[in-house]
Each structure stands twice: as C-alpha cells, then as structure tokens.
C-alpha cells in the first residue's frame, strides 16, 4: 500500500522560503502518477497547490506559481516544494498527494495523502 | 471564495439518508470529472468518489456520486456517527486550468 510522508520545518519566518519533502513509500514514482502537494489553513478548507510528473512536467496553481517551485528525485523516490516570500497567510497544514491525472481527459483525483505536515509563519 | 459552493453545514439522523450538493459550471463540474473527499477529525482527507460516480476502495456502498449538469452530489445512506466529517467535491476547472475544491460540508449524525 502506498505510504506518502510529509517532512520538514514547523515553523518558518516571513519571508523567508518553505521546503518540505515527500517521502514515497511501496510504489516507485517513476512508474508514473502525478505527485502533488495540498495545502489546508487552520479551520478551512483545502488549497492546490500543483503537482509534478517523474519526468519534470509540472502543474502549479496560478495563484502560487511565482512562489512555487517543485521537483523530484526519482533516486530517493521523492519529490519537494518551496514556496518562497512566504506570509501569515501561508500557514496551513501541507499534504502531500498521489495525483491521477490524465491529460487530455481532465479526468484526475487524488487517491493517496500524506498525514499533513503544519506549517507555521511567524 | 470557492469556484464550486457547497453549503457550509448539512445534518441528519443515524440510519437516514442525507445528501451533500457541489454547485459548479461548464468550465468545471459541466464538462469534467469530479470527486468527493471525506475528512474524519484531525485527519487527513480521504477519496470516496472518483470519476463522478465510482466508489475507491474499500469504500462502503452507502456513499454514492451522481451528476445533474453543473452540480454534483454525494449520497450517504445509513447514516451513521463514524460519518460525522467534512466532505469536498473537487475537479479540474478547463478556464482556470486548475483543480478546484468546494469549501467543504460539514456533515452532522444528529
């Protein structure tokens, strides 16, 4: 059963960058999938954020996407997101995702989550 | 303010039925799959319903997806009070070239 983790800082200062990991466990992402990232702030509902393919091809929600960067190493079988110049605003639970996304149906989902990781800006 | 509207807040007694509505466009629900999310407490989200209608995994057939040109809508009959969470509908909105979710229902087992 496909296992995702979250990891990286708690807390982060204005400004500064976010980084979390994903750790991919039981199932190799070069075998394909989408790998995403969803956020949630205290109390609300949830965020995209953008998901990435193991070949490089990303997706990114526009409303983030001069901030966001993502990437994954398929040697370590995981991916990553930073999220520069970031705010109050930005605090939230992260999720890392298994995306099934297929491209030109439009047909996608996400079918496995990661526990959440907080995120702090302060 | 979500692309698609859920109402805040729905309720209803152990083993009725309850319905949960996600109000959308063409850009979105018209012409696109969507899905349905249920998040227990203090958890991660979960996938229910995928490609409108179909049940993932290990997912009771008490939980149905159905569509009626922009709107989607979960079912859940026989409720019961492990039921008790907020449910999403998501899709993939083409004008927006985004996925979208709705803000959220919170479902109550009276």
């Known amino acids: 059963q496909v296992q995702l983790r979250e990891s990286g800082p708690g807390l982060v200062k204005p400004s500064e960058t976010l980084s979390l990991s994903c750790s991919v466990s039981d199932f190799s992402i070069s075998r394909g999938y989408y790998w995403g990232w969803i956020r949630q702030p205290p109390g609300k509902g949830l965020e995209w954020i953008g998901g990435?393919?193991?070949?490089?091809?990303?997706r990114y929600n526009s409303s983030l996407k001069s901030r966001v960067t993502m990437s994954v190493e398929t040697s370590r079988n995981q991916f990553s997101l930073k999220l520069t110049s970031v705010t109050a605003a930005d605090t939230a639970v992260y999720y890392c995702?298994?995306?099934?996304?297929?491209?030109?149906?439009?047909?996608?989902?996400?079918?496995?989550w990661g526990q959440g990781t907080l995120v702090t800006v302060s | 303010q979500s692309v698609l509207t859920q109402p805040p807040s729905v309720s209803a007694a152990p083993g009725q039925k309850v319905t949960i509505s996600c109000s959308g466009s063409?850009?979105?629900?018209?012409?696109?799959?969507f899905s349905w999310y249920q998040q227990l407490p203090g958890t991660a989200p979960k996938l229910l319903i995928y490609d409108n209608d179909k049940r993932f995994s290990g997912v009771p057939d008490r939980f149905s997806g159905s569509k009626s040109g922009t709107s989607a809508t979960l079912g859940i009959t026989g409720l019961q009070s492990g039921d008790e969470a907020d449910y999403y509908c998501?899709?993939?909105?083409?004008?927006?070239?985004?996925?979208?979710f709705g803000g959220g229902t919170k479902l109550t087992v009276l």
């Open positions: 998501e899709t993939w909105d083409s004008s927006l070239s985004a996925v979208v």
């Open positions: 995702v298994r995306w099934d996304y297929i491209v030109p149906s439009m047909r996608e989902f996400f079918d496995c």
């Open positions: 063409t850009s979105n629900i018209g012409n696109n799959y």
């Open positions: 990435i393919y193991h070949t490089g091809d990303t």
